[in-house]
């Protein structure tokens, strides 16, 4: 699946998707779906076990909005600084209500 998203802001492109998300530091553990965009938890191995971060990417309404009502772009997009543990991780992704979310894609190790 492709989650490409455009934008024109100022004269420059802005794209984000999957495939950038992947050559990011990290692999997907859990890829949501969600009303207007995609939540992304990547994770990277360690010595010791994982790191986490989590992208919000909110494009998709960027679309429906009425031009005045948009805002900048960059409001569409967040990334997390790095976690080091699980428990960090679900920190994260507790702020947002993502037992509403439905998967995309699940990491193999994360499957149990």
Not at 16 to 21: A, D, I, L, T
Not at 51 to 67: G, S, V
Not at 81 to 87: H, I, N
Request: aromatic share 16%; proline share 2%.
């Amino acid at each position: 699946m492709n989650y490409s998203s455009l934008l024109n802001c100022g004269g420059r492109a802005i794209t984000h998707s999957v495939s950038e998300m992947e050559k990011r530091e990290g692999e997907i553990i859990i890829d949501c779906g969600v009303e207007g965009g995609t939540w992304t938890l990547l994770g990277t191995k360690v010595a010791n076990g994982w790191r986490f971060c989590t992208i919000r990417n909110e494009f998709a309404m960027y679309d429906y909005l009425d031009e005045e009502d948009r805002g900048s772009p960059e409001e569409y997009w967040s990334e997390s600084d790095w976690v080091d543990s699980w428990e960090e991780a679900t920190a994260l992704f507790n702020k947002y209500t993502w037992h509403l979310f439905y998967t995309v894609q699940l990491h193999p190790e994360f499957k149990r």
